[in-house]
């Protein structure tokens, strides 16, 4: 459920009308809801009933920094898959004592920042990585808290996850190995071992796969408590969104019309099937969720140029591309796309929905079912509050779009648009060209 609805024929975010938001700023804009993430947050964490659960936002779905301050005001923690995203948690001014640090490809001098910052925890990916954090937290004469990243190989019905041959696994370490991993980790002189962790994947609708990665994590949590003394147990991200009803799933009314078998995954479901099997283990909760906090609570605006009729096609070009949202033409991911200014008495129009960019993939829907709309009126892609902005390029030099806040009728830019001069910034012509 989420804050985005019409108020007489205008789509409103809480209770600012985008129209204005668009003619004010600019377009490509992306807006988001506070309101929607505050909700998506306290379901969440008040799904866990019973435990010591702590939410760990993962940034990399959003990092804007004032939606990283708000989920750290609301009481978030933060999980970073990089040094650059640790430091925006700190430039928000939140706290990263009680956040992880994930990541395959850790550098030397990222795992010394997140030392000296004090983070909570590093969630290890290998055998290697944990001997370079042993060797960097010995240089700085500290201890570095770690949990492994556990793969249980579980099939979470988004991506193949299965690996073959005995290649390096990118996803964490398999389970079969876990327990050896975790005994040359005592070894270490500079790691204290804190935690087990696992991360099986994105947009997963079935809390199915969840149940069967802590049903195959238990008992190695167990033996590690006991062995090891750790105190938490990270079992990741991943729960998906609505993206194809978006505007509808709203209301209240939405979700109660679905058939309960095809419901969903909701923040209340998941908690109230994982609690009982995590209350067993005695151990603290983290959750990791990206997506399910933002991906809702943000749309993209984005002004109609032209309406292009062709032959038995027609095109709706729009000034946003591939470069402000990259999920259509990367994931062929779907995003509903709908009038700023809803006028029933026009017709329904069926058109591609595209960018201007030299490039075909720059498509945000094909033949979809839209009202006929014309140069200069707005569109909202709706659901475009995760790996939107943050995936953002200046492909075709073109600036990264804006970001503008909304809290019930305030609002306020919270990224500005770039201009030419700061794309060029850090470009020169070598004195050998002059
Ligand atoms: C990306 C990621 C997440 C967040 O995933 P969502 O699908 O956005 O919830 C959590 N944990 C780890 C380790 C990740 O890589």
């Known amino acids: 459920m989420h804050h985005f609805r019409y108020v007489g024929q205008n789509l409103h975010c809480e209770s600012v009308d985008l129209a204005e938001v668009a003619r004010l700023y600019g377009t490509p804009t992306y807006v988001y809801s506070a309101s929607t993430m505050a909700d998506n947050y306290t379901r969440l964490s008040g799904s866990m009933k019973g435990l010591d659960a702590q939410v760990c936002y993962a940034v990399k779905a959003n990092s804007n920094l004032a939606v990283i301050r708000h989920l750290g005001n ?3 923690a933060f999980e970073f898959a990089s040094a650059g995203e640790m430091r925006r948690v700190i430039a928000a001014g939140a706290s990263v004592r009680r956040s992880v ?18 983070i909570y925890s590093f969630h290890v990916e290998s055998e290697p990585e944990l001997a370079r954090i042993n060797h960097v937290a010995g240089k700085l004469g ?4 770690i949990a492994i990243r556990v793969n249980p190989d579980v099939d979470a019905h988004t991506h193949a996850k299965i690996t073959t041959g005995t290649s390096a696994n990118k996803f964490g370490i398999p389970l079969r190995q876990a327990a050896a991993a975790y005994e040359a980790a005592s070894k270490y002189p500079h790691i204290t ?26 008992p190695l949590a167990a033996e590690l408590k006991e062995r090891h003394r750790i105190e938490y147990i990270s079992i990741g991200g991943g729960i998906g969104i609505v993206y194809r009803d978006a505007l509808a799933s709203g ?9 309960e078998a095809s419901r969903p995954l909701t923040p209340e479901v998941y908690g109230a099937t994982l609690s009982p099997m995590l209350a067993k283990l005695g151990l603290k909760v983290l959750l990791e969720p990206g997506r399910s906090m933002v991906a809702n609570a943000g749309v993209l ?20 591309g591939m470069n402000d949202l990259v999920r259509p033409a990367m994931y062929d991911s779907y995003h509903e ?13 069926v058109a591609d929905v595209v960018g201007p960019i030299c490039e075909s993939t720059d498509c945000f829907a094909k033949d979809r079912q839209v009202q006929e709309v014309g140069e200069g009126e707005y569109l909202a892609l709706m659901s475009a509050g995760a790996y939107g902005h943050v995936m953002a390029s200046r492909y075709n030099t073109r600036p990264i779009p804006a970001e503008v806040l909304v809290k019930g009728s305030a609002f306020e830019q919270v990224t500005a648009r770039e201009t030419f001069e700061q794309i060029i910034a850090n470009e020169k012509i070598p004195a050998f060209l002059k």
């Open 251 to 259: 209301a209240a009314s939405w979700w109660d019309a679905q058939p």
């Open 193 to 218: 071992i804190r935690g087990i962790q696992s991360h099986i994947g994105s947009q997963i609708t079935d809390v199915k796969p969840f149940v069967e990665t802590l049903e195959k994590l238990a």
């Open 101 to 118: 640090f994930a990541g395959v490809g850790k550098t030397e001098l990222e795992i010394r920042q997140a030392l000296e910052a004090g």
């Open 74 to 76: 609301l009481g978030s």
């Open 142 to 145: 500290v201890k570095a808290a």
């Open 301 to 320: 605006l984005t002004r109609v140029e032209y309406l292009k009729r062709g032959q038995g096609k027609n095109f709706l070009i729009v000034d946003a």
């Open 337 to 349: 796309v709908v009038p700023l200014q809803r006028d029933t008495t026009r017709r329904a129009l």
